[in-house]
């Protein structure tokens, strides 16, 4: 045999070896799609793991893997074959995309991407049977297992956005359930995360809810036990433009001021809401600003003129018939009295009387209670007394 009919004997068998792996591995590969077909996915699993063993640069093999474990999340019969087989399709989804983007795009369009979009709605469904049943059973545990899906969800709809096959961004319901979820399951990282993420994006609605504003609130409170003052009025700004009649943002603004004792806008925060809806702890707010915040004895009478005209025992009395406050705000009448007493010599005894008259109808009409407010009473009254009789 002559030199080139061995070289030509060479390349015919180097051919033939070729065309007979790449004719074993589309056997495999048809082999493995026909046990996906028929159902047979514990088998189907085994041999797809096996060929990307020998194969770990197939994106057809990666793409077939994918399917084969969304099949299996899919079965009841067969999910305890993986511990979560969304995440390992979503995984081998990728690494098919990423070794054939072009192979991977000519399979999914025609099926308008149906197979990463069962991974989005299959964690979104399962999470959302067990945040349901959290809800009901006020469950944290359940709570968490919620959330991991919510978020393994959110993992999912990104990379489908961002393939460009489907899914609006940002996705709020996704961040809504996400960041209830680890609100009412404790964790605190994510809830920050995912709430901001509601927030920052100026999302007051979603088509899935209509309590968005707790999520604001959340975020609210979280920045005031945190003392951060910018992200706190940052936020509550931001609740107030979304949430017109939500009195929360009002309520923790003057929390705050009170908390800082900075009473000229802890005042002037309630011009912002009808005097009525918050006249009690208004009286309650001027009053500690008046004779416990350190005013000197000008200055608190010029503040008191200033802010209630002379009028403080008059609203008080005109609150006694409309709120669930009068003895509360007999005592403060009285310790009014006591306290321009102390300022005003020449009237002292005459109002320390009047202080004793709202003491009396409160011991009076409370006599049963022993509450606290009864017994600080009896006590003014007892010392008033002492010093009238000096």
Sequence with gaps: MTRNNLHKKSIIIIIGFFCFIGYARAQTIEAIRGLWQ?????HARQAVDSFLLQ???????????AMICNSIARSPEYQYLLADARMEAWQSLQQAEKLGPAYVEAQLKPTDYAMPNDLYYGYTNEALTYYNAATESNDRNQYSEALQRFKKAGLVSAYIYGKGWGMNMPDTSNIYY???????AGKEEDALIYSKKIADAGVYKTSVANDVETIYHWLVY??????????????VEQGRQHFTNDVYFTLVTLDWYRKQKDYPKLL???QTQPSKQYQWQYLQDVYNYLYTSGQTVPNRAALQKQLLGGLLDYLLLQSLGTNNNAAEARLLIAKVYINQA??????????????????????????????NTYKEALKLLARNNRVLKG
Excluded: M, P
């Design 342 to 371: 102390r300022d005003n010599k020449t009237s002292r005894r005459k109002l320390l009387q009047l202080s004793n008259s709202h003491l009396q109808k409160l011991i009076s009409d409370y006599s049963k209670t022993n509450s």
């Design 222 to 235: 979280y920045y005031k036990q945190k003392q951060e003052g910018a992200a706190f009025f940052k936020y």
């Design 38 to 42: 028929q159902n047979s996915l514990a």
């Design 268 to 270: 002037a925060t309630y």
């Design 178 to 184: 996400t960041a209830k979820a680890a609100i009412s």
């Design 55 to 65: 194969h770990r640069t197939s994106a057809e093999g990666w793409l077939l893997k």
